[in-house]
């Protein structure tokens, strides 16, 4: 099959932009680049030049020849089925940009949780050998927008279950980080997000695919090349503490980014190991991954706020031995929350404090189980809940849910637990 039409294939088309957030309005540079006027469809807060996605919105798309959807609108919704029986295309940029670009330097990452900090490791990597490397998807600019530097260097791309649905071609090399559970609301089962998740994989293009060692890709089919890692050694265990990386699940991303890195460049393992302990202050740990914001009476808090989904809270939970306060909830998309509360059902001198919708919701899983659950009505709430219940140990904010029930963004969540951490009083 062939892969579709990139961003120069549209000069003389209709072309709509259905979502104008962040990457809507890098596809609309794109767009303006490649000599295109879309029209303009917002799906919530119409700003000048838009409509929101009423009726009367979807026939502006139907007149569209292709319209180019934000990642965050479902490709399950009845309107992209109501446009493709139209013979409306309904694409991605990312899908766009990738039609023609040269997938011979594209490395991506995927998975469940781990993607940021695998995608930042290897371009890390990248840089500590001398090669030029840049970011992009989820994490960086768009490769798509006129901004990005696309000069043949390498792109390191994180690619959302959201973005993979779209694509119609298949980078050189993939690193696949973890596969549990989420996005459900979007993908509509768990099944089905898998086969999202995973779909860009069976695309003819050459590919190299490197699974961690986590045991969620244990039995997991793959098409392809395929590497397989068995857990890393004392060498990665050590050089991921001096990276300031925590949790044995960032030491087996080490072990992937390691890996992918060494295969796309030709290098032995040990010339990057030693490349990464000499250029080990080059890297900073991406905030909101199981930081410690603040250490006061007794208590240690960890902001892990993009932990939004099951796994990675999961994953968070065996980092700390010691009692732990775990804050956890938010917006629900419907994801299996069974396995986390098996988890804190397992552990000793853990309690669960809820926030959201989506804390409600594992709450009343946890307590079926005899986990010791308080809920509260917000974070500022839920903090004063995690001090009164453990005298000492950690106070673990790894909410296992988006933040858009209460906050704009992950970001502006993590900044209020901050605030709300740093607001106790310092151990003297």
């Known amino acids: 099959m062939l892969p579709g039409p990139g961003f120069s294939d549209l000069a003389d088309r209709e072309v709509g932009i259905w979502g104008f957030g962040v990457e809507g309005r890098a596809t609309l540079r794109a767009l303006t680049r490649a000599g295109v006027t879309p029209r303009i469809i917002a799906d919530d807060s119409p700003r000048e030049g838009e409509s929101v996605a009423t009726p009367s919105a979807l026939s502006e798309l139907l007149r569209c020849a292709v319209v180019i959807k934000s990642p965050g609108i479902s490709r399950y919704r009845p309107e992209v089925a109501l446009l493709e029986s139209e013979g409306v295309l309904v694409t991605s940029a990312l899908a766009l940009w990738m039609a023609h670009h040269d997938l011979s330097r594209l490395i991506a990452v995927t998975g469940t949780k781990g993607k940021s900090t695998t995608t930042s490791l290897i371009t890390f990597l990248l840089h500590a050998v001398g090669e030029e490397a840049s970011l992009a998807g989820n994490i960086g600019t768009a490769p798509y927008d006129p901004d990005f530097v696309d000069d043949g260097r390498w792109i390191v791309l994180e690619v959302s279950s959201f973005q993979a649905t779209d694509l119609r071609r ?69 050089l991921a503490r001096l990276l300031g990386l925590v949790g044995e699940h960032n030491v087996r991303n080490l072990d992937l980014a390691v890996e992918v890195v060494s295969r796309a460049t030709g290098l032995s393992r040990s010339t990057l190991l030693d490349q990464a302990y000499e250029h080990q202050g080059e890297f900073t740990p991406l905030p909101g991954r199981l930081s410690v914001v603040h250490r006061a009476q007794g208590h240690v808090y960890v902001d892990d706020g ?101 906050y704009d963004n992950w970001a502006q969540r993590s900044a209020d637990f901050t605030r709300l951490a740093r607001a106790a009083t310092p151990r003297s």
């Not at 509509?188 to 998740?197: A, H, I, N, Q």
């Not at 050459?206 to 098409?223: E, F, K, N, R, Y």
């Not at 796994?311 to 700390?320: G, K, M, N």
């Open 170 to 238: 298949c980078p050189r090399y993939v690193a696949l980080t973890a596969l549990g559970s989420d996005h459900l609301d979007w993908h509509g089962d768990l099944e089905t997000y898998r086969r999202d998740k995973l779909s860009f994989l069976d695309w003819s293009d050459p590919h190299l695919s490197v699974l961690s060692a986590d045991p969620t890709l244990d039995s997991l089919a793959v098409s392809g090349d395929v590497i397989r890692l068995d857990e890393p050694g004392a060498a990665l265990h050590e």
């Open 306 to 406: 993009l932990a939004t989904s099951a796994l990675p809270t999961v994953a968070a939970l065996d980092v700390f031995p010691g009692p732990v306060a775990l804050i956890c909830g938010g917006f629900d998309r419907g994801v299996d929350y069974q396995p986390l509360a098996d988890a804190l059902a397992r552990r000793p001198l853990t309690h669960l404090i809820t926030t959201g919708p989506a804390g409600r919701r594992l709450g009343e899983l946890a307590r079926s189980l005899g986990v010791s659950v308080l809920d509260a009505t917000d974070l500022a709430e839920a903090v004063h809940l995690a001090r009164e219940v453990i005298a000492q140990g950690t106070i673990l904010f790894s909410p296992a849910a988006p933040s858009f029930d209460a």
